[in-house]
């Protein structure tokens, strides 16, 4: 089969082809996995950390991707819940203990990072942990609903709004604007806020139903509930706690942020960005039932992912301009058989 391979830590700023196209034999499903034919993949901005070493993979080389849409093609001795040619979706979780703090717990496995992902024509994953896709999307519709929406989804219920609430998000990528329109769906009355330094995005978060949107160093017309960030950068986690009301929390939905502006945290004055119970959280990875929850959530609504497409053997271009170009959405390759 045809995967997009890599096999060392680089920088994106001086290597631009960190994966290597290679032909590989088709794994074989193990006792209660399922082997999928890959037809789309995200392209997540983890996949950057990967490559630069934020979360760097365990071994090496692997196949990143976790963002999988494709179909059931053969199954695992024991597996029960999928028949052959059944759509199913995989997310960046791979296999874990099953309970509610999987996502948090050291059985916790990446796909595309732990373990083989879905830059290629074929990947495995176990059965409890591939989704049945609603039929609303399109492959290419479906893959970032797998990350940047069903992570995004968790983001939003640890942000603990009410309907009414005024929520902000700043960066508005892959994620945001999925969250944006899961938001409007699961609090009608709930305006947002969107800080963004590419003006592009910002008119594409109006277009949305964005009450407002700024720059990233602006402050919203009204203190908020609450943030979620999308970015990678520090400054723009400094400028929206200065945005939060009193009690107010801020969730960073990032596996790993970069050090490239980490200087700018010198910025932080307690009394102007943290006190009054203002609050920093993280997201950790996703549960297997964000990833269930959100998938028929996001066809009932339905939101409309906006998508970049690239082909399977583009996914150095696709990472690239991830990382050094402003995107409109979600960007998804396209693996043909
Ligand atoms: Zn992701």
Redesign the pocket.
């Known amino acids: 089969m045809r995967a997009m391979l890599l096999s060392r830590i680089v920088s994106l700023d001086e290597v631009d082809t960190p994966l290597e196209l290679v032909d590989l034999p088709v794994p074989e499903p193990n006792p209660g996995e399922v082997l999928i034919r890959v037809s789309a993949c ?1 392209v ?4 950057l950390d990967e490559i630069e070493g934020r979360t760097a993979p365990p071994k090496l080389p692997i196949i990143p991707g ?2 999988v849409i494709g179909r059931v093609e053969a199954l695992g001795r024991s597996v029960t819940r999928w028949k052959p040619g059944e759509r199913v979706g995989v ?2 979780i791979h296999s874990s203990s099953g309970e509610s703090d999987e996502n948090v717990c050291p059985k916790f496995q990446a796909t595309g990072r732990d373990t083989n992902g879905g830059y290629a024509e074929f990947m495995t994953v176990p059965e409890d942990y591939a989704y049945p896709i609603p039929d609303t999307f399109t492959d290419t519709q479906a893959a970032p609903l ?3 929406g069903a ?1 995004g989804f968790r983001a939003l219920k640890l942000t603990n709004i009410k309907d009414g609430d005024l929520l902000g998000m700043t960066g508005f990528g892959g ?1 945001a604007h999925l969250v944006l329109q899961t938001a409007k769906h699961l609090f009608p009355h709930t305006k947002t806020f969107i800080f963004a330094r590419d003006p592009a995005a910002r008119e594409f978060a109006l277009q949305l139903g964005a009450e407002w949107a700024g720059d990233t160093t602006d402050r919203s017309p009204q203190q908020l509930h609450a943030i979620i960030d999308t970015t990678p950068a520090w400054k723009p986690v400094v400028e929206a706690l200065k945005n939060l009301r009193p009690s107010g929390r801020l969730v960073i939905n990032a ?1 790993r942020k970069e050090d490239a502006d980490k200087d700018y945290l010198l910025n932080v004055s307690y009394h102007e960005h943290l006190w009054m119970e203002r609050e920093i959280k993280s997201v950790a990875n996703v549960t297997r039932r964000d990833i269930s929850e959100f998938l028929p959530l996001a066809a009932e609504i339905p939101v409309t992912p906006e998508v970049q497409t690239y082909k399977l053997e583009e996914a150095n271009r696709a990472l690239v301009d991830l990382k050094h170009r402003p995107i409109k959405g979600a960007t998804v390759l396209l693996i043909d058989e």
Do not use: D, K, N, R
């Open positions: 995200g997540c901005h983890t996949e976790h963002e997310g960046w797998l990350c940047a992570v994620s596996i």
